[in-house]
């Protein structure tokens, strides 16, 4: 049983940084994809940025430039890093994890994720 906490989430002004925490309880085979997602009300729960067991990341469109994903194995933690803030990056952003499937690499779709936090709110203005 996987269990996932976020943490980090702030209201900052437009261009600001912050980075979030998700702390990930249990491992294995559930948790070889980790992503995270973020929503806001009325919309979908879009995918954010993905890696998985063999390192590979994934990003939504062109937020690569602006977002990193990354983990410390060492603390079973898994980090976004979000720098120069839009208000449109306002959201909950949810920590995600999932078991391999087949050869499908750092997927950003939330029916490939099983276990999810309760999410932490990103404001920005």
């Known amino acids: 049983h996987v269990q996932l906490v976020e943490s980090g989430g702030d209201s900052v002004q437009v261009g600001g940084s912050l980075r979030l925490s998700c702390t990930i309880t249990?491992?294995?085979?559930?948790?070889?994809?980790m992503a995270w997602f973020r929503q806001t009300p009325g919309k979908e729960r879009e995918g954010v940025a993905a890696?998985?067991?063999?390192?590979?990341?994934a990003y939504e469109g062109s937020l690569k430039t602006r977002f990193t994903i990354s983990q410390d194995n060492t603390k079973n933690t898994l980090y976004l890093e979000m720098s120069s803030l839009l208000p449109e990056d306002t959201a909950t952003y949810y920590c995600?994890?999932?078991?391999?499937?087949?050869?499908?690499?750092?997927?950003?779709?939330?029916?490939?994720?099983?276990?999810w936090g309760q999410g932490t709110q990103v404001t920005v203005s």
């Open positions: 890696i998985d067991g063999a390192g590979t990341t």
């Open positions: 249990g491992s294995g085979e559930n948790t070889y994809y």
């Open positions: 995600a994890t999932g078991r391999r499937v087949g050869t499908v690499v750092a997927p950003l779709s939330r029916g490939m994720y099983r276990s």
